[in-house]
């Protein structure tokens, strides 16, 4: 197994703007730096070391690709391919794997060539923009919802909040659901089931009344959609008893997936509401409904900042706003904890859960997996990636499969499940783990002896190299310190574990 994929952080390349036609591509006459950059930023180094010819062009380069950049001299391109050639790649102990045979896997018996697909959302709501996805490698897509309503979207309708990198790390919307008509819809379906008749189109539905709810799922049905997916979740459709108003309560989820499945003989899934205290009483009511699969989690309802002048909140649509859904991978452990709570379950046994929340990179999708998802749903990163990002999502997890000598995606499905429980007692709570500090990579910036003196236990203080020292008898290893490290240089121990104090 690689232990190298630590090495490369975002924060190595933090100024890599993930260019569109890179002007690196152009200056480099042996490589291509983008494609090797954008691996490394959705964490699939491996891919990327495997993908460079056998000598180093970078020996004897000028590295012009670096001048180029749009942002010049500021992404270390030729030291990222160098720590993917000499670093990277002869730690790896499994070479790529021929093909994705791996990845194949299924959406209630229907086949998935892999298991990424596209959230029902703007980036599945056009012929045009479902065909890009196909091409570019996505399994399937989850078009957007499909309803009766007259939508007319606000503008602006989209804020977010940003991490260090510039790149979003939580995203709010106002948008509602497909302002193109019923019919509109239906003809898309029939085209890209026409074209793609190999990959999966599920479309996402919402209804007024048990007799819409019905109508739509049979009309879809008619016109070659694979499955259904019930909108029980869009926070921005919550007046007038629609969207997350329904997915509170377990009795109209029951009764209109009942309806659904009494007019369609399609898979139909149920997307529930994060914006619940559990998320099982839903779910059970959908079962009951005769639901075969279950998706979640839609957005969860949030405010997004508060402007200290203007008094009001993002997105701000003529000095008005709104409460809004919150997504990206700011969200993702929050859905990591729902999909866990499905999965757990006894009474869902057996359903399908494509999950979705927060997923930008393969490892972010395999921890879904191994909580018991069957495929994942993405919306988000392609926002604001792109579709491309499903070449390092199938090479990354593929690549993962091979080197556990795994041959099937679903023997990886619920690995997690029995190792979470939803309460603290059930953790071990008699011994203390140390943290190891490597003083090498220390660079005497003190920021653990300030959190463990603020934050803490008072367990760390720095000698007169600026090197940190631990007090084993104050350290109760909470690993506080592990977390605010910026070099990665404090490990957990594997020697140092002594009973802890009781009473």
Request: charged share 25%; hydrophobic share 40%; aromatic share 6%.
């Amino acid at each position: 197994m690689l232990k190298a994929n630590s090495r490369i952080r975002r924060s190595d390349m933090i100024q890599c703007a993930l260019c569109d036609d890179a002007p690196c591509d152009k200056a480099c006459p042996a490589l291509q730096p983008s494609r090797l950059l954008r691996s490394i930023w959705f964490q699939n180094e491996q891919g990327a070391s495997f993908a460079l010819p056998e000598d180093n062009p970078c020996l004897t380069c000028a590295a012009p690709c670096e001048s180029k950049c749009v942002r010049p001299g500021e992404v270390p391109v030729r030291d990222l391919v160098n720590m993917l050639y000499y670093q990277v790649r002869p730690e790896a102990e499994t070479p790529p794997p021929e093909d994705d045979e791996r990845l194949k896997t299924d959406l209630c018996g229907i086949p998935l060539e892999n298991p990424f697909l596209l959230s029902s959302s703007v980036v599945a709501s056009t012929y045009d923009m479902c065909a890009r996805a196909f091409d570019a490698g996505w399994g399937g897509v989850c078009f957007k919802t499909v309803c009766s309503l007259d939508i007319h979207e606000a503008s602006p309708r989209f804020s977010a909040i940003t991490g260090d990198s510039g790149s979003i790390v939580g995203f709010k919307n106002i948008e509602q659901l497909s302002d193109h008509s019923v019919a509109e819809n239906m003809k898309i379906f029939r085209e890209l089931k026409k074209k793609y008749p190999t990959r999966l189109v599920m479309a996402s539905i919402m209804g007024q009344n048990e007799e819409e709810w019905g109508t739509l799922a049979r009309q879809c049905e008619e016109n070659g959609v694979d499955a259904v997916e019930l909108n029980f979740s869009c926070p921005n459709m919550a007046e007038g008893g629609l969207g997350s108003d329904i997915g509170q309560i377990p009795e109209l989820v029951e009764r209109f997936t009942a309806a659904a499945k009494r007019a369609c003989r399609i898979p139909v899934l149920a997307k529930l509401t994060p914006n619940v205290a559990a998320m099982s009483p839903a779910a059970e009511a959908a079962r009951r409904g005769g639901a075969d699969g279950l998706a979640a989690i839609n957005t969860i309802k949030s405010v997004v900042g508060v402007d200290m002048h203007t008094y009001t909140t993002a997105p701000s649509v003529r000095g008005r706003s709104a409460v809004g859904g919150y997504s990206g991978n700011a969200v993702k452990p929050i859905a990591l904890r729902f999909i866990a709570e499905l999965g757990q379950n006894p009474a869902l046994a057996g359903m399908h859960l494509s999950a979705m929340g927060g997923i930008e990179t393969w490892k972010d999708a395999l921890e879904f997996i191994l909580l018991g998802a069957g495929s994942v749903q993405i919306t988000t990163a392609v926002m604001q990636y792109g579709y491309r990002i499903i070449d390092d999502l199938k090479a990354g997890l593929n690549m993962y499969l091979a080197e556990k000598g795994l041959r099937r995606l679903k023997d990886t499905q619920g690995f997690a499940l029995d190792s979470l429980s939803f309460t603290t007692d059930a953790v071990e709570r008699d011994t203390v783990v140390f943290p190891s500090f490597d003083r090498a990579k220390c660079i005497g910036c003190g920021r653990c002896a300030v959190s463990c003196m603020d934050g803490g236990h008072q367990a760390i203080r720095l000698n007169e190299d600026r090197k940190p020292v631990l007090d084993g008898k104050k350290c109760v290893g909470c690993h506080l310190c592990l977390l605010v490290c910026p070099q990665q240089a404090i490990t957990p121990s594997v020697k140092r574990v002594r009973p802890a104090a009781r009473g």
